[in-house]
């Protein structure tokens, strides 16, 4: 097998970066747009595949979709306007657009099949399809409806009281989702809080959503109503460049209009925990969504424990936190982080075994790992897992490693960051 090489020669980074729409948001501003009335002007799209899979499976049923660049219009048809689609639908990689969408089918008056690809099929669905079910949904696949492909025979949705057993927003959104369409109140409690961007978007549509006492309650009284969508820059993107800042000698990086949601920036407290020199600039909000201008700075930093609380509004910046980890002084111990195992890959093995072949002192554990740092990175071959973010991992830590950094492949790393590597050229000095 061909193997991708990626070797720096004492870089420093330093200079501004621009970088990809939130996927997260980009996602739900497609499902969001496609069930109100009227058009639905999306800005800063994520041009990247899962959110394609999203707009190509409203275009099946019936959405009018006009994308040039990373401006999308969505012709919405309100719930009542979505149209059974004349086959089965691909949803390629995407667990957020398989998972949202079992809540919104669940409820429409027709059936539908949904498939991914190798490593969407091995991803469990049964910690959506569980809660829908007890909502009087049909749904039927492999192993009962916990692996793709799966069809969903929607119809009549009882509102339900659900108390989150995983700390998961994408369980939170579909169940959320399925209330649009439910007899009822729909309920979701959380003991932690998980990203709120479906209740954040949904209310900025109109929907009768409502934070109480109880949870998060929605009812399918509220009338959507399209509104334009600005999308701020993917913090999850602009982690790998905020931690390439802190990992590499001399150098200083701006990250441009990153999305500030509390939510999701777990990341900037373990940073500041760790001793790392950021600075936040320009903040506003917009669209619900808080927007701001990130500046980290090279200096030495200590090792930390990353758990409880904070490890839903980080899960997807782990793996490159772990690779920070490494050069941090002392001790890392990340725990509570099961939720890495059902991600694209089981990234607690991914992370681990790609950071022992560079040289690292990482040990799995049953809910994440221990690092110890700071250690000389050697370099050496790796695995992407086809894992997007395991993928840029890779391409970071070639950045202090002694010797070249080879894997496998780097095309994942298009599910979430096209431009990813002409980024990187841009600011390496």
Request: proline fraction near 3%.
């Amino acid at each position: 097998m061909s193997h991708v090489q990626f070797e720096y020669t004492s870089p420093r980074l330093e200079g501004e970066v621009m970088v990809p729409g939130d996927k997260s948001i980009s996602h739900r501003s497609i499902i969001f747009g496609s069930i109100s009335h009227g058009t639905t002007k999306v800005t800063n799209f994520l041009d990247g595949e899962d959110c394609l899979r999203t707009i190509a499976a409203f275009r099946k049923m019936g959405v009018r979709i006009e994308k040039e660049g990373s401006t999308v219009l969505v012709h919405g048809n309100g719930l009542e306007g979505l149209k059974k689609p004349g086959e089965a639908i691909d949803f390629g990689n995407s667990g957020t657009t398989t998972r949202l969408m079992l809540g919104l089918l669940s409820g429409l008056p027709f059936e539908t099949t949904i498939f991914g690809d190798a490593s969407l099929t091995k991803r469990p669905m049964n910690r959506v399809v569980d809660p829908l079910r007890k909502m009087g949904a049909s749904i039927y696949g492999e192993a009962d409806g916990n692996f793709l492909p799966i069809t969903i025979h929607g119809g009549a949705l009882q509102g339900i009281t659900y108390r989150l057993p995983v700390k998961s927003a994408q369980v939170k959104s579909a169940v959320l989702l399925a209330g649009l369409l439910a007899e009822g109140e729909t309920v979701v409690q959380e003991e932690t809080e998980t990203r709120n961007h479906t209740e954040v978007m949904l209310q900025a549509f109109g929907a009768d959503l409502k934070q109480t006492e109880k949870g998060i309650a929605v009812t399918s009284k509220g009338n959507l109503t399209a509104c334009d969508v600005e999308v701020p820059g993917d913090i999850s993107s602009a982690a790998f460049f905020l931690i390439a800042g802190a990992l590499v000698p001399g150098s200083k990086v701006t990250l441009k209009n990153v999305g500030l949601n509390h939510s999701r920036t777990g990341v900037l407290d373990v940073l500041k925990q760790m001793g790392a020199s950021i600075t936040v600039a320009n903040e506003r909000t917009t669209g619900g969504e808080k927007i701001g201008d990130l500046t980290i700075q090279y200096t030495a930093l200590k090792g930390t424990t990353i758990e409880g609380n904070v490890i839903p509004r980080l899960i997807d910046e782990i793996p490159i936190l772990a690779l920070l980890a490494t050069q941090a002084d002392g001790k890392t111990v990340i725990k509570d982080a099961e939720e890495l195992k059902v991600k694209e890959t089981d990234r607690i093995e991914a992370v681990c075994k790609n950071l022992q072949a560079l040289g690292a002192d990482v040990t799995a554990t049953e809910d994440g790992m221990v690092i110890n740092g700071p250690s000389r990175l050697t370099g050496g071959t790796i695995s992407s897992y086809m894992d997007h973010r395991i993928a840029m991992m890779g391409a970071i830590a070639a950045l202090i490693t002694e010797a070249p950094v080879k894997m496998d492949e780097k095309d994942s790393i298009n599910i979430s960051y096209p431009t990813f590597f002409d980024d990187l050229e841009a600011i390496l000095q």
